[in-house]
Antibody, heavy 120, light 109 residues
């Protein structure tokens, strides 16, 4: 069974930091791009960041550029998102997804999501 | 950046009826790189359709996608109660950003 399991979310004060992790199992990982996608409460889906299979290509949404860092460890089938200088508008459920077909491919597998709340 | 506009925002239909959801792009989407996702309340999004018209594994054939260029459609031919969900379109390809439409909520009467 394919699984992507996120962890590391929680409540943090504005300006604080969190590191999200996503561990895969039963999934081909190293040759695929991976994404972080978020969903603010009651809102739609928003792309956050993408990392290519070999980590050569990394991209961020303008809203998080300079504050978030995506990385991966293919040996551990793991994806990470280091989030610094967090703002209230970063409050959301964060999903890791596997990208298929292109560097910025459609998401064929999704994790269950991890909530991040930024509040004082 | 390609902006995707979905319509209607909300539709309320009865079981057995046909649902037609629209996704319009601000510029032409190359190679029909358009996907559709279903998100039921409290659940993770699920891939339904990619490349505008190819059903993902395990998706019932009552779901179909069509379109090209800037206009795309998701059709649910015979609605069932479990189809109550929000449906999102997404464009993808070789360059960022990935963008999603705002979603269409399908309510079953």
């Amino acid at each position: 069974e394919v699984q992507l399991v996120e962890s590391g979310g929680g409540l943090v004060k504005p300006g604080g930091s969190l590191r999200l992790s996503c561990v895969g199992s039963g999934i081909s990982f190293s040759s695929y791009s991976m994404n972080w996608v978020r969903q603010a409460p009651g809102k739609g889906l928003e792309w956050v960041s993408t990392i290519s299979g070999n980590s050569n290509y990394i991209y961020y949404a303008e809203s998080v550029k300079g504050r978030f860092t995506i990385s991966r460890d293919n040996a551990k089938i793991s994806l990470y998102l280091q989030m610094n200088s967090l703002r209230a508008e970063d409050t959301a459920i964060y999903y890791c997804t596997r990208g298929r077909g292109y560097t910025f491919g459609f998401s064929d597998y999704w994790g269950q999501g991890v909530p991040v709340t930024v509040s004082s | 950046e390609i902006v995707l506009t979905q319509s209607p925002g909300l539709m309320s239909l009865s079981p057995g009826e046909r649902a037609t959801l629209s996704c319009r792009a601000s510029q032409s989407i190359s190679s029909n790189n358009l996907a559709w996702y279903q998100q039921k309340p409290g659940q993770t999004p699920r891939l339904l359709i990619y490349a505008a018209s190819i059903r993902a594994t395990g998706i019932p054939d009552r779901f179909s996608g069509s379109g090209s260029g800037t206009d795309f459609t998701l059709t649910i031919s015979r609605l069932e109660p479990e189809d109550s969900a929000v449906y999102y379109c997404q464009q993808y390809g070789s360059s960022p950003p990935l963008t999603f439409g705002g979603g269409t909520k399908v309510a079953i009467k």
